[in-house]
């Protein structure tokens, strides 16, 4: 099956939601195009660049992955407007909060907004000032008082390492009818916040829902009793609760922008179990996208809690669904694949076994095509700031 089917579907059951369709134009509905301008900053102008997403630094051979730029099909996608975004965000705060999808996508506006007035002439060049901590990464804009925050929280809900039940002490334990408690503290300090969410649900933990366990990932003692609650009902668990709770938040009035499942491109295998995306160089073709069931899936689970959390709001806090899920299933060129060190020796094509080297087809080259999220961010942001009332 196309993986476009099913998206389909889904954005017609939604479209009553805030599926993002803006003037009659569905922003994740059109195609990449090759843009030889090439990206806004580069992998050597901005220094905050983690390493594993430092594509060109650790020996990338290819660049063609930087210039693909995103166009939908009855509307235009401005390239990232750095002046724009921070007289828009002007006193405000946005956060990126969620896993390390998150902080990658964190690290790109961070670039686009530092290295674009470094770029352009016309705009003054401004270092942000780096007033982070263990629990939450901040850079600082002081020409506009706009802050730039990451706050870690994997999976967005409240976890607990302490014995409970049948499940041992030292094994994450998820109640996935409780949000994030150090992440709710935080809440009222943010305008804006962009949500990231879904992979850990891989890995292993027990579910807690109702104080009773009823389920785990990679963990389940009692092969007697079947689980009530798998890993991809507890995500979709686990975004109904963590919006609920937005929505209903005493002190949050800001815009809340839920980035749709980030799709993974390993191919023959996941990414412990020699998955690959070796030798991708250029985007998919439209009769080349095969749907991923698992990503389907997931993205299945997070629009129906979206679609309950909406129905739960008291405050004047907004949702939007920024759905990038197809969008980017085109794009299994852009992720690190080998090249996650800038270790000389390290091995980048598939050995005389026929086995591949240690890849990262998960998080996404920097620049690259996460810089894309951060141009949809600020379209959203731009209509809400500015008074736009086109969301269905």
């Known amino acids: 099956m196309i993986m476009g089917q099913s998206f389909s579907k889904l954005r017609e059951d939604t479209q009553n939601v805030n599926i993002e369709l803006f003037c009659g134009c569905d922003l994740y509905d059109g195609k990449w195009f090759y843009d030889p301008q090439g990206p ?4 050597s102008s901005c220094p905050i660049i983690t390493q594993m997403q430092n594509c060109q630094g650790n020996g990338r051979p290819d660049k063609d992955y930087e210039n693909w730029r995103w166009k939908p099909s009855q509307c235009s996608l401005p390239r ?12 405000k705060t946005l956060a990126f909060i969620g896993d390390s999808v998150a902080r990658n996508q964190m690290e790109s506006m961070v670039c686009l907004l530092w290295q674009a007035s470094a770029l352009n002439s016309k705009l003054p060049v401004e270092v942000p000032k780096n007033r982070g901590n263990r629990r939450m ?15 870690w929280s994997s999976w967005l809900v409240r976890q607990t390492n302490e014995k409970f039940d049948f499940a041992p002490e030292g094994v994450t334990k998820l109640h996935l009818d409780a949000p994030d408690d150090n992440l709710m503290e935080l809440i009222p300090k943010f305008d804006v ?36 609650v798998n890993n991809v009902d507890a995500f979709g668990i686990s975004v109904e609760t963590i919006l609920s709770a937005l929505v209903t938040h005493p002190n949050y009035t800001g815009l809340t922008i839920v ?19 070796t030798g991708k160089v250029k985007p998919l073709a439209t ?26 709001a008291m405050n ?6 920024m759905d990038i899920t197809k969008v980017f299933g085109y794009r299994h060129d852009g992720h690190p694949g080998p090249y996650r060190s800038p270790d000389p020796n390290k091995i980048t094509k598939v ?35 500015e008074g736009h009332q086109n969301f269905p």
């Open 40 to 43: 806004s900053y580069t992998n």
């Open 80 to 91: 990232f407007d750095a002046k724009k975004f921070l007289e828009l965000m002007r006193g």
């Open 137 to 151: 990464h901040r850079w600082y804009f002081k020409s506009t008082s706009v802050m730039i925050v990451r706050v």
């Open 193 to 228: 916040i962009v949500l990231s969410s879904g992979h850990w649900f891989a890995k292993q933990s027990v579910y807690v829902l109702n104080n009773e366990i009823v389920g785990g990932q990679l963990w389940w003692p009692d092969r007697s009793r079947p689980m009530k």
């Open 259 to 277: 980035r749709s499942f980030s799709p993974d491109h390993y191919e023959g295998g996941a990414w412990n179990t020699g998955g690959s995306c």
């Open 287 to 312: 009769d080349e996208l095969v749907e991923n069931g698992f990503t389907s899936i997931m993205h299945k689970k997070q629009v129906m809690g979206f679609e309950l959390a909406v129905k739960k």
């Open 316 to 321: 004047k806090s907004k949702l939007r669904m």
């Open 351 to 385: 050995g005389p076994d026929g086995k591949p080297p240690p890849q990262d087809c998960l998080h996404w080259c920097m620049p690259g095509p996460v810089d894309t999220w951060n141009e949809l961010v600020l379209e959203i942001i731009r209509r809400d700031f």
